[in-house]
């Protein structure tokens, strides 16, 4: 079982930078691939970036690559998203996830989300 809450969520001009962090409760932190999605007004929840349980291995969406970088900290239980060259389109609220398979796989435990706004 691992329990996730996000933060670092926020209001920012488009082209801005934002950097989420989600803390993770639970001693098999490092078993586990993470992930970050998010779900705009209206739409899907969507998958944004995945890193394996080593941090060693990346997965971006095209709509996000090159602009957003994903990381973990297995010694803090962390796992973070950083966010730069923002655009009104990335306004959605922000969810982390973990998986024990790998990051393109189900992923089973989520957090509460954490709103991102991105003004025009």
């Known amino acids: 079982q691992v329990q996730l809450v996000e933060s670092g969520g926020g209001l920012v001009q488009a082209g801005g930078s934002l950097r989420l962090s989600c803390a993770a409760s639970?001693?098999?932190?490092?078993?586990?691939?993470m992930g970050w999605f998010r779900q705009a007004p209206g739409k899907e929840r969507e998958f944004v970036a995945g890193?394996?349980?080593?941090?060693?291995?990346?997965y971006y969406a095209n709509s996000v690559k090159g602009r957003f970088t994903i990381s973990r900290d297995n010694a803090k239980n962390t796992v973070s998203l950083q966010m730069n060259s923002l655009k009104p389109e990335d306004t959605a609220v922000y969810y982390c996830?973990?998986?024990?398979?790998?990051?393109?796989?189900?992923?089973?435990?989520w957090g509460q989300g954490t709103q991102v706004t991105v003004s025009s």
């Open positions: 890193v394996s349980w080593s941090g060693g291995v990346t």
């Open positions: 996830a973990a998986t024990p398979s790998g990051p393109l796989n189900k992923y089973d435990y």
């Open positions: 639970g001693r098999t932190f490092s078993s586990y691939a």
